[in-house]
């Protein structure tokens, strides 16, 4: 019983909304809301005709009651559905009497009505495309309610109109996602002969490629399989240890030397910055040359022209808003998935952006991990990964330099969402006197976590004037 006044009560909502809607909406919209009646008729007569057949469709196409126009169609589906978990017979007598004893037969137009509808003539071979006509006018109906109910807000003059925005785009992202097919199960030894075949060409040496994007780093490629959509890279270090160009060294081999469409949020570069090292990178001519005076030799002014040529035509993006809202960074990265089909985020850094929300007031470590969990939603809802740079607290000088995860500031939830966790620094930077200035750029990319893989060491040089990273062999000084 609870269950059809809960029907019921969905019924008279919709029925309140659409009223609510009809009196308050401009003229030009004081229409009659998008629907198929007849459609909706068709479908019920199917179902009940033969629904062992038509009811297992319906399930499979997430039909729902609010799909229908009509409330009285709405609430014959309901009462269908729940007649059908109880594994009682569904049939023209059997229905009517149901919907007898719940005392709701009148209301939906008596047993003529009931009659009518079961006997409605049905082509059977158009079920799917009634339910998907069914489907798009709630849709479209849910389309103009979101509408409507946020110009109300709007005018409501919200506080936070940022989070306001984030959750008007979040709704409507929701409808067009809302009412996809269930994926159908599958059987076990269905995989097995692709995953023969895989396990096959790796190892017969015929099969190199990665399951993600390849980072320019070997080693890193080899513990991660390359970055996979979906998954947060987390790249942690102290101040001027080198982080941003090793973020930039990945995105320049994704971005420009893959041609794979790349954005990239810097909350403390300006985008002017980061292009003119990434040109300067790329030419191979250090950035201390950047003065009065410069004199470039035959080559690198070839190389430079190169730089340019490949960086014009690289699908690289850039925001450098600073103190980006978690909110603005989501909006921004799905319009540029629509517009451009990102293949992967970076952002620099974690620490730099904010949330806007009330419950992040007031509390740091509430508002990273608001952060550190939205940029996580955002990779997987994109599919894309994320590569996100975060500073270290003084842990490591304590210790002599080697960090640690437990260094990252406010680490709790960002230890959780990431799927991987490296932690960069270079030995040299902790030395004093001539030790320090003999620093040759010998790094390490500690890879304390790995979700998918072992977490090792990734040995690294640090041309610090090209401001570019390379592997490079272990060493016993590496100890």
């Known amino acids: 019983m609870a269950d059809d006044q809960t029907a019921a009560g969905e019924v008279n909502l919709h029925s309140s909304k659409q009223k609510a809607f009809n009196d308050d909406a401009p003229e030009a919209l004081k229409r009659s809301l998008p629907h198929a009646v007849d459609v909706e008729k068709r479908l019920l007569s199917s179902m009940i005709q033969d629904p062992t057949e038509y009811l297992g469709r319906a399930a499979e196409m997430h039909l729902s009651p609010d799909h229908f126009y009509k409330p009285s169609h709405a609430q014959l589906y309901q009462i269908i559905l729940d007649m059908d978990d109880k594994g009682d017979p569904i049939d023209l007598v059997f229905l009517t009497q149901r919907l007898r004893d719940k005392d709701v037969l009148e209301n939906m137009g008596g047993a003529a009505e009931i009659a009518d509808i079961a006997s409605c003539e049905s082509l059977h071979a158009n079920f799917n495309a009634y339910l998907d006509l069914v ?134 570069m300006p985008s002017k910055s980061i292009v003119q090292r990434l040109l300067f990178t790329r ?146 930077y902790y030395k004093e006197g001539e030790d320090r200035l003999e620093d040759q750029g010998d790094s390490e990319l500690v890879l304390a976590k790995n979700r998918n893989g072992s977490t090792e060491s990734i040995y690294l040089t640090f041309q610090k004037e090209l401001m570019k990273f390379k592997h490079r062999e272990y060493t016993p000084e590496d100890e």
């Open 135 to 268: 489907k798009d006018k709630a849709m479209l109906r849910k389309v103009i309610h979101t509408c409507s109910q946020s110009i109300t807000d709007a005018y409501d003059d919200p506080e936070e109109v940022n989070v306001f925005l984030d959750q008007f785009e979040q709704e409507v992202f929701d409808i067009k996602e809302d009412g996809g097919e269930i994926k159908s199960d599958s059987v076990a030894r269905d995989f097995l002969p692709e995953i023969s075949e895989l396990l096959e060409s790796y190892a017969s040496g015929m099969r190199d490629e990665l399951e993600g994007l390849d980072t320019g780093f070997a080693k890193l490629n080899g513990l991660s399989n390359g970055l996979k959509p979906g998954e947060m890279f987390i790249i942690a270090a102290r101040p001027s240890m080198g982080k941003t160009s090793f973020m930039m060294n990945i995105v320049e081999h994704v971005a420009v030397q893959n041609q794979i469409p790349t954005l990239v949020f810097s909350c403390e």
């Open 283 to 428: 030419a191979q001519i250090p950035m201390n040359r950047l003065r009065a005076g410069l004199k470039l030799s035959k080559q690198e002014i070839i190389n430079f022209k190169k730089a340019v040529d490949e960086i014009d035509q690289a699908p690289l993006y850039l925001d450098d808003t600073p103190s980006l809202p978690i909110s603005d960074l989501r909006a921004k990265a799905r319009r540029k998935k629509r517009e451009s089909d990102i293949k992967m985020i970076a952002v620099d850094y974690l620490q730099l952006m904010r949330s806007t929300s009330k419950q992040a007031m007031g509390s740091r470590e509430r508002e990273i991990a608001e952060i550190s969990a939205g940029l996580k939603a955002v990779a997987k809802e994109l599919e894309v990964p994320i590569i996100v740079l975060a500073q270290l607290n003084r842990g490591p000088e304590n210790r002599g330099g080697t960090p640690k995860m437990s260094d990252l500031r406010e680490s709790g939830s960002i230890e959780q969402d990431a799927d991987m966790i490296g932690l960069l620094y270079r030995q040299a």
